[in-house]
């Protein structure tokens, strides 16, 4: 499966978070570290869902760039 993750660059560290996953977050030093942790999160609580006999949810969530004019 594929989900989409929003990375967020803070002053001092990458948060990515998973829109079709709640409480899926992870934060690292680097982007690359934001993202690969963040795909342990996801492993990790879709294992969980998994556990406790819930269903695999569809990912459903996408993502575009918008370009707008500014003043």
Do not use: Q, W
């Not at 030093?29 to 269903?55: P, V, W």
């Amino acid at each position: 499966m594929k989900y989409a993750v929003v990375i967020e660059r803070g002053d001092s560290s990458f948060g990515a978070y998973v829109p079709d996953l709640p409480g899926c977050v992870a934060v690292g030093e680097t982007r690359e570290e934001a993202m690969n942790l963040i795909r342990e999160a996801i492993e990790f609580h879709l294992e969980g869902m998994k556990e406790d006999g819930e269903g695999m949810p569809e990912p459903h969530s996408e993502a575009e760039y918008v370009d707008v004019l500014t003043a």
